[in-house]
């Protein structure tokens, strides 16, 4: 594992890289509209993957005015990484003293130090926000918050020791956000149930609904527009049906930016039913199974943990996890569910964040070489499993104008693509950053960003080679996926060992631990 902080691997990138990359700033500013996009949906890795992209081609006359303290924000909020957050609120409050963001950095910044321990700091932060932002700390309850800090109560903090916490049972999928008409029916029928003024019989046995969206809002059937989000239950012990396809627990829909959303509301257990056996063939043996399904448990807990705010917890696809709903269900994958019932990983006593992917082409790779992230679960390291199993190697050939295409739609209009050059790569061969050329500029990129950007479905990895011959580049590579965490094909191939489902998560996630959590009473 590299150890080495990594904004000293941004020092270097841009100090390589730096005049050349620079050429590019209009590029960065449309990236970085994608990257906010994507940190507002809740894909904060992919996000990530990108801020650290634009920070490599913008000086610092052109860095974007959010850029350093969205990066903190998902480091402090989402991966708890309070070193690097707090180094890149530090970067914010240098380069943007007097932003009205100025306030919430410092005390974001005094809560880091209070977290890593260093008290008296943090009290010095908090006396100075409260002497330059009398009105801020006011609203936000500063003076109380500092005071309960200093008796030792604990106001704030990230995860909470397991021991320590109950689990929502009821996890809410995000299934669609771009709908326009949905139809939606149960076999004894469908209630609904809204909090907004206004009322809409429910279906009877069978009745198909129609929810779709007009210029004056959402209808439901004849009954609109219908205003706030609609909860949708199938009667009885039924499942609801979305455009014919079943769905355990409820429904709840609503309108925006004029397009219909649907949330899926359903039992943590149950919605994992409905993933296991998409991440996983079924025939696999009952070891990578169970193993699966904790990996799965434990991440959808961390992210409903960091979420409970947020309208929905995660997708229901590969942004996140793979959902089919009941259509999807197997028996062999629900009996690895209910067999390994309330177990997660644990590192520290806390819930830990297990990523996944295909295959990790011979070697896993470090959460800190993709995203700066240092998680001693998350390291690099040989895999003799995932050698010559599904995915290992790949190779595609893509035109460059389908490139551009594709750079285009993340906001990097890069017209006349010339070259692309892999500049470092990082232990596990995969490339750190290559360098993309056109006729009169250039633009740096980590391998997972542009593996993300050219189709992560043809670009499997960032453990590749790159060839061109006339107006197409011919890729070879080895992994199918990000490479963080346990290698899906290889924890296969342990399981076909006689390696136990224990044996594959430690494996995996080296000193983690598998322990029981509890449920709140929903």
């Known amino acids: 594992m590299i150890t080495r902080p990594i904004i000293f691997l941004l020092c270097i990138w841009c100090s390589l890289f730096g005049n050349a990359a620079a050429s590019a700033p209009s590029a960065a500013e449309g990236l970085f509209s994608?990257?906010?996009?994507?940190?507002?949906?809740?894909?904060?890795?992919?996000?990530?993957?990108?801020?650290?992209?634009?920070?490599?081609?913008?000086?610092?006359?052109?860095?974007?005015?959010?850029?350093?303290?969205?990066?903190?924000?998902?480091?402090?909020?989402?991966?708890?990484?309070?070193?690097?957050?707090?180094?890149?609120?530090?970067?914010?409050?240098?380069?943007?003293?007097?932003?009205?963001?100025?306030?919430?950095?410092?005390?974001?910044?005094?809560?880091?130090?209070?977290?890593?321990?260093?008290?008296?700091?943090?009290?010095?932060?908090?006396?100075?926000?409260?002497?330059?932002?009398?009105?801020?700390?006011?609203?936000?309850?500063?003076?109380?918050?500092?005071?309960?800090?200093?008796?030792?109560?604990?106001?704030?903090?990230?995860?909470?020791?397991?021991?320590?916490?109950?689990?929502?049972?009821?996890?809410?999928?995000?299934?669609?956000?771009?709908?326009?008409?949905?139809?939606?029916?149960?076999?004894?029928?469908?209630?609904?149930?809204?909090?907004?003024?206004g009322a809409f019989t429910n279906s009877t046995a069978g009745e198909a609904i129609t929810c779709r969206t007009e210029k004056a809002g959402m209808y439901i059937n004849n009954y609109g527009p219908v205003q706030g989000p609609v909860l949708i239950k199938a009667k009885g012990q039924a499942f609801i049906e979305i455009d014919q396809k079943p769905y355990r627990g409820m429904l709840q829909i609503y309108l925006q930016d004029a397009k219909l959303t649907l949330v899926n509301h359903v039992p943590l257990e149950d919605y994992l039913y409905g993933v296991v056996s998409k991440e996983v063939p079924a025939s696999w043996p009952a070891a990578v199974l169970r193993a699966q399904a904790i990996a799965a448990r434990t991440y959808a807990l961390y992210t409903m943990v960091k979420r409970e705010t947020e309208p929905y917890d995660l997708y229901s696809t590969v942004a996140a996890q793979v959902y089919g709903g009941k259509d999807s269900e197997q028996e062999s994958a629900c009996t690895a569910v209910d067999a390994t019932k309330e177990l997660v990983i644990s590192y520290d006593n806390r819930i830990a964040y297990p990523l996944y992917h295909s295959n990790s082409g011979g070697m896993t790779a470090s959460a800190e070489e993709i995203w700066g992230w240092p998680v001693?679960?998350?390291?690099?390291?040989?895999?003799?499993?995932?050698?010559?199993?599904?995915?290992?190697?790949?190779?595609?050939?893509?035109?460059?104008?389908?490139?551009?295409?594709?750079?285009?739609?993340?906001?990097?209009?890069?017209?006349?693509?010339?070259?692309?050059?892999?500049?470092?790569?990082?232990?596990?061969?995969?490339?750190?950053?290559?360098?993309?050329?056109?006729?009169?500029?250039?633009?740096?990129?980590?391998?997972?960003?542009?593996?993300?950007?050219?189709?992560?479905?043809?670009?499997?990895?960032?453990?590749?080679?790159?060839?061109?011959?006339?107006?197409?580049?011919?890729?070879?590579?080895?992994?199918?996926?990000?490479?963080?965490?346990?290698?899906?094909?290889?924890?296969?191939?342990?399981?076909?060992?006689?390696?136990?489902?224990?044996?594959?998560?430690?494996?995996?996630?080296?000193?983690?631990?598998?322990?029981?959590?509890?449920?709140?009473?929903?």
């Not at 949906?41 to 801020?51: D, I, N, Q, T, V």
């Not at 100025?102 to 943090?122: F, N, T, V, W």
């Not at 094909?489 to 998560?505: T, Y």
Request: overall charge positive; some cysteine; aromatic content about 12%.
């Open 376 to 522: 001693p679960y998350l390291v690099s390291k040989q895999d003799e499993f995932s050698i010559d199993m599904k995915g290992f190697q790949w190779e595609c050939s893509l035109a460059v104008n389908d490139l551009q295409k594709n750079f285009k739609q993340f906001g990097l209009p890069l017209p006349d693509l010339k070259a692309i050059v892999p500049l470092v790569r990082d232990m596990s061969g995969r490339i750190r950053n290559l360098r993309i050329e056109t006729h009169n500029q250039t633009f740096v990129l980590s391998g997972n960003s542009f593996r993300l950007i050219a189709g992560p479905g043809k670009i499997k990895s960032s453990q590749f080679g790159v060839k061109q011959k006339d107006q197409t580049f011919n890729f070879e590579g080895r992994g199918f996926g990000h490479g963080a965490g346990m290698s899906q094909w290889g924890a296969c191939q342990m399981a076909r060992n006689g390696h136990s489902c224990e044996q594959i998560l430690q494996f995996y996630y080296p000193g983690t631990k598998i322990v029981r959590v509890n449920y709140k009473i929903d």
């Open 34 to 197: 994608i990257a906010e996009l994507y940190q507002h949906k809740g894909r904060y890795l992919e996000a990530l993957s990108f801020y650290r992209d634009i920070e490599c081609n913008t000086d610092n006359a052109t860095v974007p005015r959010t850029l350093y303290k969205n990066m903190g924000d998902i480091y402090y909020e989402f991966l708890e990484s309070y070193d690097q957050a707090h180094s890149y609120y530090l970067k914010q409050l240098e380069k943007f003293p007097h932003d009205s963001c100025a306030p919430e950095i410092k005390h974001r910044i005094a809560r880091i130090l209070y977290l890593k321990g260093e008290r008296d700091k943090s009290f010095e932060y908090y006396q100075a926000l409260i002497s330059s932002y009398p009105e801020y700390c006011k609203n936000n309850s500063i003076a109380e918050e500092m005071d309960k800090m200093k008796k030792g109560s604990k106001v704030f903090g990230g995860r909470a020791l397991i021991a320590d916490q109950a689990f929502s049972q009821q996890i809410r999928v995000l299934l669609r956000d771009d709908a326009d008409t949905v139809a939606l029916s149960a076999k004894d029928g469908l209630e609904f149930s809204t909090t907004a003024p």
